[in-house]
């Protein structure tokens, strides 16, 4: 009896305090509070009691480094974000993240109406700020594994990761379908055939959960506390610019456009996506940022999407040229546009009074701040985010975790293409012996994860060196994977008679491009790092070896492929470098195929499959396979 009481006590408790939650000091009651109601209803209900600044403090996503408490109290912001590299502290541990995330959401609960904030980073392969996460390889590897049952689990991965911080938002998966590897973010997309990167969006589900049988197609999910929203980018057409110079016009006519550029997106949609990203670019001479027809008619009429549209990086200040030299009308026409939330990282009282501005004059009328609000309060509600607002740490343990990491091992392995094995079929020189007397490792890549890892690790360009987070390099990965008693012999770039005079049974070098992002990598020569040209030649003139090339595209080497026994695009593999030695030595199977078409010389590009010109060193597709050494 006593326990059948204590039990109903409880229950009891759990409804007073439900419900002092749910009314305010005059006791009225508060449905938007109320976890039981409909959503449309709790929205419905929140915005008939929002001031306007209140409406457009919600449409404003700022970066940590100007915000606070009493910021995010006193303007209600409807977000905050992590710029590249932008961190607590360095080396900030999970504890250190969820301390500083929790204690601007704390902020925001204070607010008048209590609406929590979206914190976002950009988690583009894996949580890819933050100290000793798993890094996992690009887009461009894992679009070279076709695999889609894998990128999901890298994608529920990453959400554990960013969860580990108290992070609820990550600006991924980027879906550009890159049409020239000039371009400085190639390495951010899956392919340029837009089939693959359609089916490739399914690390949206792995970021934000399955979508229930019973849900509406189109409408933003993201299922449960494990689970993060996810931003499909950069909308639409950044892969296509002229010459791939970033941020460029990307001149295109309707059917191609859809074909090739938008196809992704709808499939991101339909698998309910929760945000997208528009690009910095422009499409036929109108900026993204500034084209109502695709964001407002297209987007959001004609595919239906139902979550919010965000900003780039101060991406409606480049709607004028010079970036924000006219910013009135900057703040105008990317709302009118349909942009519903604005990355100002850093002037955001300056966008909140020129948006004001504008509403109280009639340029912007009110439904367009009622559209932006009730999109970006429809994706916080499904999250959970107003009975839920402080970070879980109970996934602490999930960051860098042995699974992930093994999942990032898998994922490296099968992104490795290889596209030279011997002259012939019967001259091949992988899988390599593991019992070799002494092989030499050399080239710049072997021994640098910072390298290996590429742009958006830790840093926004990315970093060179050991000493950025935990991982694996190749070199490591090499020494363990042979018999012990192998002798490995690393030398960054030896001459050749030293490789002539230290009777190697074979080499391997790897080589490739230094770290970038954004618009730092584009790139019209597209060569291979210095001294990587003189490291191949050295060494591959003197005794057997495999080049592995390290890079977020194809690269110049036709001159050197007659030089080359065997070659591997390793593309940009991340922490853990196990993986290009499991199939190396056999452990694996090579079994990735060129999801990007590799060009002979750069005066063919843009060179894609199907092209009447189309002539490349190695088609889109190529891969050659091994079978693994059975033990």
């Known amino acids: 009896m006593a326990k059948r009481f204590s039990i109903a006590l409880v229950g009891l408790l759990f409804l007073c305090c439900s419900w002092t939650v749910m009314v305010n000091a005059e006791g009225e009651y508060l449905k938007y509070k109320d976890p039981k109601q409909p959503i449309n209803a709790r929205i419905r209900d929140l915005m008939k009691r929002m001031t306007l600044a209140e409406k457009i403090g919600q449409m404003v996503q700022a970066d940590r480094s100007v915000v606070s408490r009493e910021i995010m109290r006193n303007y209600s912001l409807g977000s905050v974000l992590s710029g590249g590299g932008s961190e607590p502290l360095p080396h900030a541990t999970p504890q250190d993240w969820i301390n500083m995330v929790n204690d601007f959401q704390e902020g925001a609960i204070s607010s008048r109406l209590g609406i929590p904030m979206l914190y976002g980073i950009d988690a583009v392969h894996g949580h890819n700020n933050v100290y000793k996460a798993t890094i996992f390889p690009h887009n461009v590897g894992l679009g070279a594994t076709r695999d889609t049952h894998l990128v999901k689990k890298i994608g529920a991965a990453t959400a554990l990761e960013v969860r580990a911080t108290g992070i609820n938002y990550a600006f991924s998966p980027c879906i550009a379908v890159c049409r020239d590897p000039r371009w400085g973010r190639c390495y951010e997309s899956f392919s340029e055939d837009p089939e693959i990167v359609k089916k490739m969006t399914d690390i949206i589900i792995g970021l934000q959960g399955e979508i229930p049988a019973d849900s509406r197609k189109s409408v933003p999910y993201v299922g449960g506390k494990d689970k993060v929203l996810a931003c499909a980018k950069h909308f639409v057409g950044d892969g296509g610019t002229i010459r791939g110079i970033n941020e460029n016009n990307t001149v295109i006519d309707w059917h191609r456009l859809l074909s090739i ?70 703040v105008l026409a990317g709302v009118q546009a349909g942009i519903d939330m604005v990355m ?18 009639k340029r912007i009328p009110m439904s ?23 970070s879980d740490e109970s996934f602490i343990d999930q960051l860098g975790s042995q699974a992930h ?26 899988p390599l012996s593991k019992n070799a007397s002494k092989i030499l490792v050399a080239g710049s890549h072997a021994n640098n994860l910072g390298y290996q890892c590429g742009g958006w690790t830790i840093a926004w360009q990315g970093l060179n060196g050991n000493n950025l987070t935990a991982g694996t390099t190749i070199l490591s990965a090499i020494t363990t994977a042979v018999d012990p008693s192998t002798e490995v012999v690393y030398s960054k770039n030896p001459d050749a008679d030293y490789v002539k005079s230290n009777n190697f049974s074979y080499a391997i ?67 853990e470098g196990h993986g290009v030695a499991d199939v190396l030595f056999g452990d694996y199977r090579f079994s990735g195929k060129l999801a990007h078409t ?34």
Not at 269 to 281: A, D, P, Q, R
Not at 368 to 390: C, H, S, T, W
Not at 603 to 615: E, F, I, K, S, T
């Open 598 to 631: 590799w060009f002979k010389t750069v005066d063919q590009l843009p060179m894609n499959v199907g092209d009447a010109h189309y002539d490349p060193l190695f088609p889109f597709g190529f891969g050659l396979t091994t079978e693994p050494v059975k033990a």
């Open 368 to 390: 367009r701040i009622d559209d932006a609000v009730y999109r970006i309060l429809r994706v916080k509600f499904m999250m959970g985010l107003f009975e839920n607002p402080l």
């Open 405 to 430: 990491r093994d999942l990032a091992r898998e994922a490296v392995r099968k992104s490795q293409v290889l596209l030279k094995n011997g002259e012939n079929a019967d001259s091949p020189l992988l």
């Open 344 to 361: 100002v990282p850093f002037n955001f009282t300056d966008f909140i009074g020129n948006l004001t501005d504008h509403v109280i004059n």
């Open 509 to 575: 070098v790897v080589v490739g491009e230094h770290p970038y992002a954004e618009t730092l990598g584009d790139s019209l020569n597209l060569t291979i790092a210095e001294p990587g040209p003189s490291t191949i030649t050295n060494v591959c003139a003197s005794v057997k070896c495999v080049v592995v090339v390290v890079s977020g595209r194809p690269l110049v080497i036709e001159p050197y492929i007659s030089q080359i026994d065997a070659l591997v695009a390793a593309w940009l593999p991340g922490s």
């Open 261 to 330: 550029h938008m196809a992704p997106y709808l499939d991101s949609v339909i698998k309910g996506v929760g945000t997208i990203m528009t690009s910095y670019s422009s499409l036929n001479g109108v900026k993204m940022h500034a084209n109502h027809e695709l964001v407002t008619n297209f987007l959001k009429g004609t595919l239906k999407f139902r979550g919010f549209v965000i900003s780039d990086w101060q991406g409606i200040d480049k709607i004028t040229y010079p970036p924000g030299s006219n910013y009135s009308y900057s």
